[in-house]
């Protein structure tokens, strides 16, 4: 099930906005690849991470 915009698998829940959103840009991608909802989430949320590592000009100033 493809999540659309403001909604988020629960594993996301207790993460950043700003990361969030791109996890679940990721994950909706893998989804159509693949069709497996666990390895989406999973895949999203970590490269959703190495993404914000490797781009830190694009992490929101706190408080935004």
Known sequence: ???PKGDY????KNQPKYLREKAVEIANEVLKTTGNEGEA???GLKQARAHFKNHP????????
């Open 1 to 3: 099930m493809p999540w």
């Open 9 to 12: 698998p629960p594993s996301y």
């Open 41 to 43: 989430i999973a895949t």
């Open 57 to 64: 000009e694009e992490v929101p100033a706190k408080g935004k």
